[in-house]
């Protein structure tokens, strides 16, 4: 006689019900290639999850590559219902959502998938309702810590200016400024064509869009400090999630939680260091690692765009310093505060 705990009784009962429910699906869009390690890894597993635990009421149509539109436009696409589900760089709309940009912000996390989790935490209450209300929150999915990767060495702050720069970000962006370089906005799939235009010197990725961009065709130095976070959003349009019955519902909201946002992230985060040996024992590549000192510098360097977020926050009615005390105890508890 087979025995069954209180967890696996109340899945089956789930999945029974939920197989009686309305077959869905749900287009998700994102601007990445499909060979990317985000959907080949934690955007695979998140919708085979969701589709068993439905009881296969709920399945996934997707389009990658900017194929429904531009990648900034991904959070309206979203919210018009163009896509139900859509993955979204908050990042490249400036000043659209002032308290999630300290995401981007450098040196505040050392890693990708416990950051995950701990922006997930801090986030997603009051904060995601102010300033992602017209459409439902579900995960974030940072990558590992971003660097500098240009056509000529770049070790410290000094070597920036005069440089056009390719940020990953608006965040980004302010600090390239900062340093005297000049930014060049496109979105990380035309990175590369930029480079070989000219129109580039330098980028700010993590090592996986050397490859999977091919940036490093045009690349050969790199600067090895981990620097910042360009930290993905997953949303549903409200309709689309608000049209499910009670227990798709459920299936959603429990794929929607701070330990999926680090599961979803993990397997970025293993392609980003296997792409990391790859250069560093790559002869035709130069990787530098700054000095304690040097790092000094570049975290001194920083402090000014902080503080542009601070005035960004403080004019949208936030209090700076308390958001900042969050997020930093939400990573510190994660183990992942840059120190």
């Not at 209180?6 to 077959?23: E, F, V």
């Not at 994102?30 to 080949?40: N, R, T």
């Not at 308390?322 to 840059?338: F, K, P, S």
Request: hydrophobic share 40%; aromatic share 10%; with cysteine.
């Amino acid at each position: 006689m087979k025995t069954f705990t209180i967890g696996a009784a109340a899945a089956l009962a789930l999945g029974a019900t939920c197989a009686q429910a309305q077959d869905v699906t749900l287009r998700l869009a994102h601007w990445l290639p499909p060979q990317h390690a985000v959907p080949q890894t934690g955007m695979q597993e998140w919708m085979d999850s969701i589709t068993e635990a439905s009881g296969g009421t709920i399945t996934f149509e997707v389009f990658p590559a900017q194929q429904l539109g531009a990648a900034p436009d991904h959070y309206d696409m979203t919210r018009d219902g163009i896509a139900d589900i859509g993955y979204v760089n908050p990042g490249y709309t400036a000043g659209r959502f002032p308290i999630y940009e300290l995401t981007g912000v450098p040196f505040l996390a050392t890693d990708g998938p416990n950051a995950a989790k701990a922006i997930h935490e801090w986030y997603a209450g009051d904060f995601a309702a102010k300033e992602m209300g017209d459409v439902h929150f579900c995960l974030v999915n940072p990558h590992e810590p971003g660097r500098f990767h240009g056509k000529s060495e770049i070790k410290v702050p000094a070597d920036v200016k005069g440089l056009n720069v390719r940020p990953a970000h608006s965040t980004m962006a302010r600090f390239v400024a900062s340093l005297g370089g000049a930014s060049v906005q496109v979105p990380a799939p035309e990175a590369r064509e930029a480079l070989a235009r000219g129109t580039a010197d330098a980028v700010t990725f993590p090592y996986e869009a050397m490859k999977i961009f091919n940036v490093a065709e045009e690349t050969k130095f790199h600067n090895d400090m981990p620097l910042y976070l360009s930290s993905q959003v997953l949303l549903f349009n409200n309709d689309s999630y608000g049209g499910l019955s009670a227990e798709q519902k459920a299936v959603i909201d429990e794929h929607c939680t701070p330990e999926w946002s680090k599961k979803f992230s993990e397997g970025w985060a293993d392609y980003d260091k296997g792409v990391r040996e790859e250069i560093l024992n790559d002869p035709e590549h130069t990787v530098y690692m700054p000095s304690d000192e040097e790092v000094a510098l570049w975290r001194e360097a920083a402090m000014p765009t902080l503080e542009a977020w601070k005035e960004d926050v403080s004019a949208a009615g936030g209090d700076p310093e308390a958001i900042l005390e969050g997020l930093r105890a939400a990573l510190d508890a994660n183990g992942v505060l840059y120190k």
